[in-house]
């Protein structure tokens, strides 16, 4: 009931308001007589007006009272025209500087020339059209400071975000996300429709994040999505078709023939004859072909926008389906999004943001054996096929006529598990806000929101009676499996946030900001399984016997206070100061609070120093120092908890874990120091930053005596320091009324390093295989064997030794810190090459990666020799040593299997990926407006086209494999390359409609 009166809360009713009208229109260009596309058209005062069309026009209706009109551009200075007695008006707007566009920043927007802190902005017209469900994928490569790694390629799939590195090692390392105020959890990524998004503002550094506090240790996206208005009003529809298929993995397996002939040459099959050799290729499989396919994406969005004088709107519904190129695996999304606001009188404002969806996916069994069908695809042979055969060829039935799988020589065939063993995963998403905004008296105003998000998920996972899995881990006297599980997360917060701001003599403008905030978190979870169902049946009621079942319920709250004070100098000299208290539910009572604060500054030297120069159209330096908090991903570790389980059919209750009153934050120091430039009349701008960011009293698990029957509890242990610098660079060489050609490239660099452990030793952390933790040396570097070369005259396998020497026969006690190999990336970034001429619009996008490196798991298990030899192999493992003097990277094939902990299979994971292609092409203006619309376009696009590498196999690296969504925001992404889902390639179409 109060989550329905919440919802019917947020809907903010517009209102239309009629007066005496009359049209005014005309064009706007710049100083060269190219028109200006999208140029914001208001009359003063008031939101009445509309954007420039393609052509540089508008037409709009005005009351017949208006006197002044306002035109604004991004990049140029903002002209007021008097439009006393006419109607049609010619606007010439000058070139500005790109410091006078608004950024989002914590709880409120502000100039980019008062900027002092670190905050990247990637506009929603950038990623529209990009075929990809979860919104963080969508930031790869436009930010710098941002590294974003897909998780994996299965649709609707998060990725791993990190900004300026790793934050902490057990602790969080994802960035704090807020949609339109609302602080949202990493499951509700997938239901953000990015049609819906206006822009995003990626905080990096203390004195952007220092006014969010603990929770924006590793940084905060702020996400605006879009809002109506009397200027702004439309209806657009938007659809994409398209079909998707794995990128080229880089491997070329062994064909029937091939493989045949390398198992005989092994000895682990006898030689044929010509016709045993006929027969057995006669019937034989392409499993790739089996368990792959193309899969089919549409996608489809109509938004209504408008408003009055007093009041907006923006509304959407939208439609998101994504054929997964593997059978068993879809996706689907819809959702449905209302942005509003009210003027209820001169000094009261309401508004409103809620998104509202529902999303569906069918599952795979994502393992690391022959369940997944991304296993099973390199490790079933050709010349064995999916059904059981009888002499003529023909595929044999059961008693119920179905068709009889072979099982191969692995025990399993996944293509029957994927049509018996089905999983699907349901989610409901729910999340907005609703604002009062007061402004009783000049420059003060007090703004009251409360939001909520609500995240329900459902799972079903039937494994069939008589199924190849059911006879493995079933009942054979109660066949058939089920579990239903679930959860359902409730979050309310609740702020409040008051401003003042004083203009002293037009030159000194002092803003004051303070404000509280509240949040909840309530999280419970259930499940329950059962085994015997009847043929066709899968519901827990009638189940021979429930077999399990559980729930659990959580509680987290946050409380914190903050404050902020600026200062502004003749739009020159900014500074800033911000302060914020937060009390965590996480931590005991000796150290519940922390409070966390940031100091910033920025000097525009062109404006202050040299304002009679014409070369520089903005030069300004920026810095800034602070410090922000990081939580336990425990709710409850800093103290000592109960759990209960039945013990001799009674209840019983146990201690949990060892509590740790002392337990507090983890503290990040950081320190930031930015120059921002535009030269030729902005044709070229920039900025490069330097910074150092020190993690203190890292949360980790901390060793106990086995006395304590714990073996170990959280505790602060160690601190780690990331440094890095950041550089991007656009360049506008030609900006005609035709034509334009723009690029621009973002270049971040990291270097990541553990400062202070409680061991000497190195610590093997339980998200990595095998990279470890030691002070003083880069965070997760890898430990292994070191790999020398084949032995040309045993064909044996070579390593050197922890004296150096080469053996045949290393020790575990071998292995040794490979120094400057790390999992982690040194540096990232993008690059972008844009070009249109007249309606026909370009837009390229690069991201790349380097600097780290990946144990190649998959490479290992496709040249295995003898060991996996009955499973199929990779071509390169036949150029294997056959006599002595042969110089090759293959051993011959009974030298034992490659040890895990050598670098024989260690490569290097630099790449360069063609992100997105979009070409697109606009009717002109007079063509569309003969239709009775505003815009039509078409356009056509692909992502991840071509990737330049070294590394044989996909070198953008999530997880090596996904057993659980638990472990997948567990692992280390990038240090594995294993069999998970695997990235795709897409080509899509579609076309815009805006009445």
């Known amino acids: 009931?109060?989550?329905?009166?919440?919802?019917?809360?947020?809907?903010?009713?517009?209102?239309?308001?009629?007066?005496?009208?009359?049209?005014?229109?005309?064009?706007?260009?710049?100083?060269?007589?190219?028109?200006?596309?999208?140029?914001?058209?208001?009359?003063?005062?008031?939101?009445?007006?509309?954007?420039?069309?393609?052509?540089?026009?508008?037409?709009?209706?005005?009351?017949?009272?208006?006197?002044t009109l306002v035109a604004t551009y991004t990049g140029y200075e903002?002209?007021?025209?008097?439009?006393?007695?006419?109607?049609?008006?010619?606007?010439?707007?000058?070139?500005?500087?790109?410091?006078?566009?608004?950024?989002?920043?914590?709880?409120?927007?502000?100039?980019?020339?008062?900027?002092?802190?670190?905050?990247?902005?990637?506009?929603?017209?950038?990623?529209?059209?990009?075929?990809?469900?979860?919104?963080?994928?969508?930031?790869?490569?436009?930010?710098?400071?941002?590294?974003?790694?897909?998780?994996?390629?299965?649709?609707?799939?998060?990725?791993?975000?990190?900004?300026?590195?790793?934050?902490?090692?057990?602790?969080?390392?994802?960035?704090?996300f807020i949609v339109d105020g609302v602080p949202v959890p990493k499951s509700v990524y997938a239901a953000i429709n990015p049609n819906d998004v206006e822009e995003f503002s990626v905080l990096k550094d203390a004195a952007a994040t220092s006014i969010y506090g603990a929770r924006a240790s590793a940084g905060v996206v702020l996400v605006s999505?879009?809002?109506?208005?009397?200027?702004?009003?439309?209806?657009?529809?938007?659809?994409?078709?398209?079909?998707?298929?794995?990128?080229?993995?880089?491997?070329?397996?062994?064909?029937?023939s091939q493989k045949l002939n390398y198992e005989t040459a092994l000895g682990i099959r006898q030689p044929m004859t010509a016709e045993q050799r006929a027969d057995f290729l006669e019937y034989g499989t392409n499993w790739e072909?089996?368990?792959?396919?193309?899969?089919?994406?549409?996608?489809?969005?109509?938004?209504?926008?408008?408003?009055?004088?007093?009041?907006?709107?923006?509304?959407?519904?939208?439609?998101?389906?994504?054929?997964?190129?593997?059978?068993?695996?879809?996706?689907?999304?819809?959702?449905?999004?209302?942005?509003?606001?009210?003027?209820?009188?001169?000094?009261?404002?309401?508004?409103?943001?809620?998104?509202?969806?529902?999303?569906?996916?069918?599952?795979?069994?994502?393992?690391?054996?022959a369940q997944s069908p991304f296993v099973g695809m390199y490790l079933y042979n050709d010349y064995e096929t999916v059904y059981n055969l009888d002499d003529n060829g023909e595929i044999q039935y059961d008693d119920f006529g179905d068709p009889i799988y072979n099982f191969t020589h692995q025990g399993f065939n996944i293509v029957e598990a994927q049509r018996n063993n089905p999983e699907s995963n349901e989610w409901t998403d729910a999340y907005g806000n609703l604002s009062i905004r007061m402004t009783p008296i000049k420059n003060f105003s007090f703004t009251s929101t409360v939001g909520y998000t609500y995240n329900s998920f459902k799972r079903e996972y039937f494994i069939k009676p008589n199924s190849i899995l059911d006879g493995y881990v079933g009942d054979s006297n109660a066949p058939g499996i089920k579990t239903d599980g679930g959860n359902d997360t409730d979050r309310y917060n609740w702020s409040n946030v008051a401003t003042y701001d004083l203009n002293v003599a037009d030159k000194h403008n002092i803003g004051f900001l303070a404000g509280t905030e509240f949040l909840r978190d309530q999280y419970e979870t259930y499940s329950v399984s059962g085994k015997g169902f009847p043929i066709g049946l899968s519901i827990q009621s009638v189940a021979a016997e429930i077999t399990g079942?559980?729930?659990?319920?959580?509680?987290?709250?946050?409380?914190?206070?903050?404050?902020?004070?600026?200062?502004?100098?003749?739009?020159?000299?900014?500074?800033?100061?911000?302060?914020?208290?937060?009390?965590?539910?996480?931590?005991?009572?000796?150290?519940?609070?922390?409070?966390?604060?940031?100091?910033g500054a920025g000097y525009d030297l062109a404006r202050g120093l040299m304002p009679q120069n014409t070369f520089f159209d903005q030069l300004k330096l920026r810095a800034s120092y602070g410090t922000t908090g990081n939580e336990p991903t425990g709710l409850y570790s800093a103290i000592g908890v109960l759990q209960f389980s039945s013990y001799n059919d009674q209840t019983a209750s146990f201690q949990?874990?060892?509590?740790?009153?002392?337990?507090?934050?983890?503290?990040?120091?950081?320190?930031?120091?930015?120059?921002?430039?535009?030269?030729?009349?902005?044709?070229?701008?920039?900025?490069?930053?330097?910074?150092?960011?020190?993690?203190?009293?890292?949360?980790?698990?901390?060793?106990?005596?086995?006395?304590?029957?714990?073996?170990?509890?959280?505790?602060?242990?160690?601190?780690?320091?990331?440094?890095?610098y950041e550089a991007e660079l656009y360049y506008t060489p030609i900006r005609q009324k035709d034509f334009n050609l723009e690029f621009g490239i973002r270049f971040s660099h990291n270097k990541t390093v553990i400062d202070k452990l409680n061991s000497r030793e190195e610590i093997a952390p339980g998200n990595a295989f095998s990279s470890v933790l030691k002070e003083g040396e880069i965070a997760y570097v890898f430990k292994l064997v070191e790999f020398s070369r084949v032995d040309p005259e045993t064909g044996d396998l070579l390593y050197f030794d922890a004296e150096g020497n080469e053996t045949a026969n290393p020790a575990a006690?071998?292995?040794?810190?490979?120094?400057?190999?790390?999992?982690?990336?040194?540096?990232?970034?993008?690059?972008?090459?844009?070009?249109?001429?007249?309606?026909?619009?370009?837009?390229?996008?690069?991201?790349?990666?380097?600097?780290?490196?990946?144990?190649?798991?998959?490479?290992?298990?496709?040249?295995s020799g003898l060991d996996g030899a009955r499973s199929q192999q990779d071509v390169e493992a036949l150029d294997y040593w056959k006599q002595p003097g042969d110089i090759t990277d293959i051993p011959r094939p009974d030298v034992p299997v490659e040890p895990s902990s050598s670098t024989r299979f260690l490569e290097k994971g630099d790449y360069i990926r063609l992100r997105n292609v979009r070409l697109s092409y606009s009717l002109p203006s007079k063509v569309a407006n003969a239709m009775r619309m505003k815009d039509v376009s078409f356009f056509v696009s692909g992502s991840n086209l071509a990737t330049f590498t070294n590394f044989k196999g996909d070198p953008e690296v999530g997880v090596f494999v996904e057993e659980s969504a638990s472990d997948v925001g567990g692992q280390l992404p990038g240090e594995f390359a294993g069999f998970s889902y695997p990235n795709t390639v897409s080509y899509t179409g579609g076309l815009t409609v805006r009445f």
């Open 1 to 67: 009931m109060k989550r329905g009166l919440l919802f019917l809360a947020m809907f903010v009713c517009a209102v239309v308001s009629t007066y005496a009208q009359r049209t005014i229109s005309g064009t706007i260009t710049d100083n060269e007589g190219i028109p200006l596309i999208g140029a914001n058209v208001l009359i003063k005062g008031t939101t009445i007006g509309t954007i420039s069309d393609f052509d540089g026009a508008f037409s709009f209706e005005a009351s017949e009272d208006a006197t």
């Open 78 to 176: 903002t002209k007021e025209v008097d439009i006393t007695g006419i109607s049609v008006v010619n606007i010439v707007m000058a070139e500005g500087t790109l410091l006078d566009e608004i950024v989002v920043t914590g709880y409120g927007t502000t100039k980019k020339s008062d900027l002092v802190e670190s905050i990247s902005t990637v506009k929603g017209s950038d990623i529209v059209g990009i075929p990809i469900a979860s919104v963080d994928n969508l930031l790869q490569g436009r930010s710098t400071g941002v590294e974003v790694t897909a998780i994996n390629g299965k649709p609707g799939q998060n990725g791993y975000i990190r900004i300026r590195g790793l934050t902490s090692i057990n602790g969080n390392n994802d960035p704090l």
């Open 225 to 256: 999505t879009k809002t109506g208005g009397a200027n702004n009003s439309y209806v657009e529809y938007s659809g994409q078709f398209g079909t998707m298929e794995a990128v080229d993995d880089g491997f070329t397996l062994m064909n029937a």
């Open 289 to 369: 072909d089996v368990l792959l396919r193309r899969g089919q994406l549409q996608n489809h969005n109509l938004a209504f926008s408008g408003g009055t004088e007093k009041s907006s709107y923006y509304l959407s519904v939208s439609r998101f389906d994504q054929q997964g190129i593997s059978v068993g695996s879809d996706f689907d999304r819809t959702t449905a999004k209302f942005n509003g606001s009210l003027q209820v009188n001169d000094w009261i404002k309401v508004s409103n943001s809620l998104s509202i969806g529902r999303r569906n996916d069918n599952e795979l069994r994502d393992r690391y054996n």
């Open 549 to 599: 079942g559980s729930t659990t319920r959580t509680d987290f709250a946050l409380f914190s206070t903050f404050g902020q004070l600026s200062y502004t100098f003749d739009n020159n000299l900014s500074v800033k100061g911000t302060v914020r208290r937060d009390g965590s539910s996480r931590f005991g009572a000796d150290n519940r609070y922390g409070v966390f604060y940031s100091v």
């Open 656 to 724: 949990g874990n060892v509590s740790n009153p002392g337990l507090r934050w983890e503290n990040q120091q950081s320190y930031s120091v930015g120059l921002d430039f535009g030269i030729f009349k902005n044709k070229l701008t920039g900025s490069f930053e330097l910074y150092n960011k020190t993690s203190q009293g890292l949360l980790f698990p901390n060793q106990l005596s086995r006395t304590t029957g714990f073996s170990d509890t959280e505790d602060n242990i160690g601190d780690l320091t990331n440094a890095g």
């Open 813 to 863: 006690s071998d292995a040794k810190i490979l120094e400057g190999k790390s999992a982690l990336p040194k540096f990232w970034g993008g690059f972008d090459i844009n070009a249109g001429y007249k309606g026909l619009q370009l837009m390229t996008t690069f991201s790349y990666k380097g600097g780290n490196y990946i144990y190649n798991q998959r490479r290992l298990d496709l040249a």
